[in-house]
Antibody, heavy 123, light 107 residues
Framework: EVQVVESGGGLVQPGRSLRLSCTTS????????VSWVRQAPGKGLEWVGF??????????DYAASVKGRFTISRDDSKSIAYLQMNSLKSDDTALYYC??????????????WGQGNLVIVSS | DIQMTQSPSSLSASVGDRVTITCRAS??????LNWYQKKPGLAPKLLIY???TLQSEVPSRFSGSGSGADFTLTISGLQPEDFATYYC?????????FGQGTNLEIK
């Protein structure tokens, strides 16, 4: 059974840092890209960024709203992905989801999501 | 970045109705379009990928169509469990942006 569990969230002051973890099991983690998606209170889904599998260089890409502040990394030996969030702002308050990105003939989609981890940025 | 615009933003319907949600991309994206269902307190659920391919175990009352810049999600014969918010997402180029969502409510 595929399991995806986010952790590390909580209350943090503006300007501070926080690191979320995405612990997975039940599938070949290293074969897949990993994406982070967030949902601010009362708002829609926002794609945050992703990290490609090592096969595709393990490179990353980010939404403009977090580029330069957030960093995604992965440890394939532990089947864990990370979202390092620096210089946090109140606008970053959201439920953060980790999800795997699948590829079907070049068509990418997100499946197998975690339950989400809440990050609150407030003084 | 590619902008995704859904319409309507909200929709009221009754059990048994047929509803259609539209998603428009700011440029042509081929068939690189996914649909997700989101319920409060639950993670998003993939319904359709590549514009019209139904994800496994998703009921056949859900269908997707379109290509280029205009896409639709149709639910034929609404069931009580279908009342939720629906999002489209383009996977043509990063950043893989979502639409703003369509909230489907019970009439």
């Amino acid at each position: 059974e595929v399991q995806v569990v986010e952790s590390g969230g909580g209350l943090v002051q503006p300007g501070r840092s926080l690191r979320l973890s995405c612990t997975t099991s039940g599938f070949q983690f290293g074969d897949y890209s990993v994406s982070w998606v967030r949902q601010a209170p009362g708002k829609g889904l926002e794609w945050v960024g992703f990290i490609r599998s090592a096969t595709y260089g393990g490179t990353t890409d980010y939404a403009a709203s977090v580029k330069g502040r957030f960093t995604i990394s992965r440890d394939d030996s532990k089947s864990i992905a990370y979202l390092q969030m620096n210089s946090l702002k109140s606008d970053d308050t959201a439920l953060y989801y980790c999800t795997s990105q699948y590829d079907s003939g070049g068509y990418y989609y997100l499946d197998n999501w975690g339950q989400g981890n809440l990050v609150i940025v407030s003084s | 970045d590619i902008q995704m615009t859904q319409s309507p933003s909200s929709l009221s319907a009754s059990v048994g109705d047929r509803v259609t949600i539209t998603c428009r991309a700011s440029q042509s994206i081929g068939r690189f379009l996914n649909w997700y269902q989101k319920k409060p307190g639950l993670a998003p659920k993939l319904l359709i990928y590549a514009a019209h391919t139904l994800q496994s175990e998703v009921p056949s009352r859900f269908s997707g169509s379109g290509s280029g810049a205009d896409f639709t999600l149709t639910i034929s014969g609404l069931q009580p469990e279908d009342f939720a918010t629906y999002y489209c997402q383009q996977s043509y180029s990063s950043p893989y942006t979502f639409g703003q969502g369509t909230n489907l409510e019970i009439k």
